[in-house]
């Protein structure tokens, strides 16, 4: 019956080294009040001075966003008063913001819509309130971390794409190394602007949503509020345009103030800070700066490498993760020169990321963006892919391996050679295991035979062809290629001559 208009704000924080127009450093943790100076504590007679990378890194999130980059760019104040701007105004951008006129195409069960993006513009942060009891504390070190603001048009319609929204945006900001993108600690935040109307009587009367901390609670908030809405509007009644909270443990939006009309901050440039014309050589650095991102590696990927969209959706979580399983695979793909292993590599390498080294990770305490740190490296990996492949070791010795690899650095050749768990290949050496279980395991061949001869091909028929290939396996040290093992017990059981050959293959199945 209604239609819904949704629109974002989100703030995130560029990852400078120092605060946008100061020299302290700019670090979440750090002990209260402790990465502070006159400048960013706002004191009479103090100028700013523009972090230049901070600037840069704002250009390069407009450019991922399709925003066109002014010819000339600067700041204002913004003026009003809050408990953690000391200097009651705060120096932002609103006459010509860095980037202008973007798109982003989000996409989800309801195909690909576009997003338009309305502005991308940089200002400093505000510190932080800590509210305890009766008492109020502030922690200046956040006031003046350099900030970017993102604003869409309103072009979303549901919680759902606001959150695919916030989740692409996320993802692409890491990918680009510009913002870590921990909404849990505040580096990455979102205001929406959500609006109801009757179809094609256009927007409706704006209710904000405050500080939204993670993308569920995007996605939880905007759809509790279109729902709010229209039973006011059910009602008979008049939406009040007002500032709301979203409540996480009453799962409800809660009104914080009123807002009839929009706030006049009274912007005038700021006179400390002069207009900034990018050149040449300042554009290049930013389209240097861009990267191939996840929506469109995934669908590489899938097309490239034989993957599903699951398993490529989940390697390009991070860039540093997908760039270690492509360079895993190039280096296992270079040493291998049977066109049908190579063309099965991609798929070895996926599953031993997505099972063996996240396992490693999630053990080792070690994140996706961080896997580079590990002593697995690609070129390591991807000999054991091969080894396994080319049947030089069984897959039980090769995540032996694995382990080894950690906490003896070294390579996986080595560790194999070293400790014997070279693949056996040699049917004659298997042979002889073979003949020696069958000696030992004397009544369970001649169970297993006696239920060929009946063409009973049973439950109880497999398990004993499975228990005979692992006391083979067992007596080589788990050294023997299984495939030939496997063959050989199945020969041998035909030597029993009561087994039809056609029903020989399917034992040990």
């Known amino acids: 019956m209604y239609q819904s208009f949704i629109g974002l704000e989100v703030h995130i924080h560029l990852l400078t080294k120092t605060k946008v ?6 670090a979440f943790g750090d002990e209260p009040n402790t990465n502070v100076c006159p400048v960013c504590l706002g004191y009479p007679g103090v100028l700013p001075a523009l972090n230049i990378e901070a600037l840069r890194m704002g250009c390069i999130v407009a450019k991922a966003l399709n925003c066109r980059i002014p010819e000339k760019t600067w700041f204002e104040r913004k003026q009003y008063f809050y408990p953690d701007m000391t200097k009651n105004y705060q120096i932002s951008q609103f006459a010509s913001p860095l980037g202008q006129e973007g798109y982003v195409d989000i996409e989800g069960g309801w195909g690909v819509k576009r997003v338009r ?6 200002e400093e942060d505000a510190g932080k309130m800590i509210h305890t009891g009766a008492a109020s504390l502030l922690d200046y070190n956040r006031a003046g971390v350099s900030l970017l603001e993102i604003v869409t048009e309103p072009d979303m319609e549901t919680g759902e794409e606001a959150e695919v929204f916030i989740q692409q945006l996320r993802r692409m900001v890491r990918y680009l190394g510009v913002c870590d993108g921990n909404m849990e600690e505040g580096s990455l935040r979102a205001d929406a602007n959500v609006s109801i ?15 939204l901390n993670s993308s569920r609670f995007v996605r939880l908030g905007l759809n509790y509020e279109i729902g709010r809405q229209s039973k006011v509007l059910d009602a008979g009644k008049a939406v009040v345009q007002e500032t709301r909270l979203w409540n996480e443990n009453r799962d409800q939006t809660e009104s914080m103030r009123r807002k009839e009309n929009a706030q006049d901050y009274r912007y005038f440039p700021e006179p ?9 050589a300042f554009l290049k650095s930013v389209d240097d700066a861009l990267v191939e991102f996840p929506l469109p590696r995934q669908k590489r990927m ?21 760039d270690y399983f492509e360079a895993t695979v190039a280096a296992a793909r270079a040493a291998e020169r049977d066109a049908e292993r190579r063309a099965q590599i991609a798929k070895s390498v996926t599953n031993w990321l997505l099972t063996d080294i996240k396992h490693i990770l999630s053990r080792e305490g070690v994140s996706l963006m961080d896997i580079s740190a590990l002593k697995i490296t690609p070129k390591r ?3 054991l892919v091969a080894m396994v492949a080319n049947h030089e070791t069984s897959m039980k010795n090769a995540k032996q391996a694995l382990e080894l690899i950690l906490s003896e650095d070294k390579d996986p050749m080595d560790i194999i050679v070293e400790r014997g768990w070279g693949q056996i290949t040699d049917p004659t050496e298997i042979g002889r295991a073979v003949a020696e279980v069958e000696k030992e395991e004397a009544e369970t061949v001649r169970e297993l035979s006696i239920l060929i001869a ?3 091909v049973s439950k109880r028929a497999r398990s004993l062809s499975a228990y005979l290939t692992g006391k083979v396996l067992a007596r080589t040290g788990g050294r023997a290629d299984p495939k030939l093992v496997g063959e050989l017990v199945r020969r041998m059981i035909e030597n029993q001559a009561i087994c039809p050959s056609s029903l020989a293959p399917s034992i040990g199945e």
């Open 21 to 26: 127009f100061c020299e302290c450093r700019s």
């Open 302 to 322: 899938v097309a490239e490498y034989g993957l599903s969209n699951e398993q490529a959706a989940l390697l390009c979580e991070e860039k540093s993760f997908a």
């Open 272 to 280: 400390d800070l002069p207009i900034f014309a990018p050149d040449a």
């Open 454 to 456: 009946d063409a009973s």
């Open 117 to 122: 993006i309305h502005e991308c513009h940089l």
């Open 197 to 211: 109307n009757l179809h094609g009587k256009g927007l409706g009367r704006k209710v904000e949503i405050k500080n």
């Open 381 to 383: 990996l991807a000999a």
